[in-house]
């Protein structure tokens, strides 16, 4: 038998939900009232939630944004008064990676997005191959960052076309399709064609995965001009057509008028 490849889960845990009670201590200790996590925007169109009747997350309910507030209610049920939610939640990982490198580069480069970690010589570095990886070089590539900032190596990067076209990437479609038009605008050269989707590069939000509500209200204006720069105006799920929408509609979750697609 074959060794069992750490990306795959016959049966998911609740990672997410041992890391929120690794802290505790130190939260209560503190006064701490907010635990944040990097879960990115996840395209909820053509998915369908449900399987004979019984609801599910296509097994990453821990990455949710119910989840979030399970956890929410949890800690608040028990007087601990502490919010759990994602300070990315409203951005794909295209966006996250470019926030990365351009805001906090020395941070940047302890970034290790990888299913199987290891060690060579003094330094840990990542497989470069695995869906994970091939989702971050995606991203590097698109941005126009060096991936050998990060412990990438140039055999991962020209293999990566080919993995794509293998499937060995776990992305929305329509992000996957901007990042590779991005990459071809800026290597002609690259093999692979993609599809220009505007709204990818913007924040999201929609009714099951990025509510208005998902960032605490006091936050939210510092932070969505934090991510401006990075980032192309607003935009809300109508249907399957998104919309764009105004920064104080976002923050306050009120659309002032009936949007069209």
């Known amino acids: 038998m074959g060794k069992p490849r750490a990306e795959v889960y016959p049966i998911r845990l609740f990672f997410f939900a041992g890391y929120s009670f690794t802290?505790?201590?130190?939260?209560?200790?503190?006064?701490?009232?907010?635990?944040?996590?990097?879960?990115?925007?996840?395209?909820?169109r053509g998915l369908t939630y449900e399987y004979n009747g019984i609801r599910h997350y296509y097994a990453i309910?821990?990455?949710?944004?119910?989840?979030?507030?399970?956890?929410?209610?949890?800690?608040?049920?028990?007087?601990?008064?502490?919010r759990q939610w994602s300070?990315?939640?409203?951005?794909?990982?295209?966006?996250?990676?470019?926030?990365?490198?351009?805001?906090?580069?020395e941070?940047?480069?302890?970034?290790?997005?990888?299913?199987?970690?290891?060690?060579?010589?003094?330094?840990?570095v990542p497989c470069g191959k695995c869906f994970k990886c091939n989702g971050i070089l995606t991203f590097l590539l698109a941005n126009g960052i060096d991936p050998t900032l990060i412990k990438y190596k140039p055999e991962h990067v020209e293999g990566l076309a080919r993995?794509?076209?293998?499937?060995?990437?776990?992305?929305?479609?329509?992000?996957?399709?901007?990042?590779l038009y991005l990459i071809k605008q800026r290597n002609p050269e690259f093999p692979l064609?993609?599809?220009?989707?505007?709204?990818?590069?913007?924040?999201?939000?929609?009714g099951r995965n990025s509510s208005f509500d998902a960032i605490p209200k006091e936050f939210r204006e510092?932070?969505?001009?934090?991510?401006?720069?990075?980032t192309k105006g607003y935009a809300y799920?109508?249907?399957?057509?998104?919309?764009?929408?105004?920064?104080?509609?976002?923050?306050?979750?009120?659309?002032?008028?009936?949007?069209?697609?």
């Not at 949710?64 to 008064?81: H, K, N, P, V």
């Not at 941070?107 to 970690?117: D, E, G, I, N, Y």
Request: aromatic share 12%; glycine share 6%; hydrophobic share 30%.
């Open 23 to 44: 802290f505790l201590p130190l939260m209560h200790k503190y006064n701490i009232g907010n635990v944040l996590f990097g879960n990115e925007y996840d395209d909820p």
């Open 61 to 82: 309910y821990d990455q949710s944004q119910d989840f979030e507030r399970y956890m929410t209610r949890w800690f608040a049920e028990r007087g601990l008064g502490i």
């Open 87 to 105: 300070v990315v939640r409203p951005i794909t990982g295209l966006i996250v990676e470019r926030v990365l490198h351009s805001r906090y580069p």
């Open 107 to 124: 941070l940047f480069k302890l970034q290790r997005s990888c299913h199987s970690v290891h060690r060579e010589g003094d330094d840990y």
């Open 163 to 179: 993995r794509i076209n293998e499937g060995k990437t776990r992305l929305d479609r329509e992000e996957l399709e901007h990042s």
């Open 193 to 206: 064609e993609g599809k220009p989707h505007w709204h990818v590069e913007m924040l999201h939000f929609d």
């Open 222 to 230: 510092k932070l969505y001009r934090l991510l401006e720069p990075y």
């Open 237 to 261: 799920l109508k249907g399957d057509h998104w919309v764009r929408i105004s920064r104080e509609e976002a923050i306050s979750g009120v659309l002032k008028e009936e949007k069209t697609p």
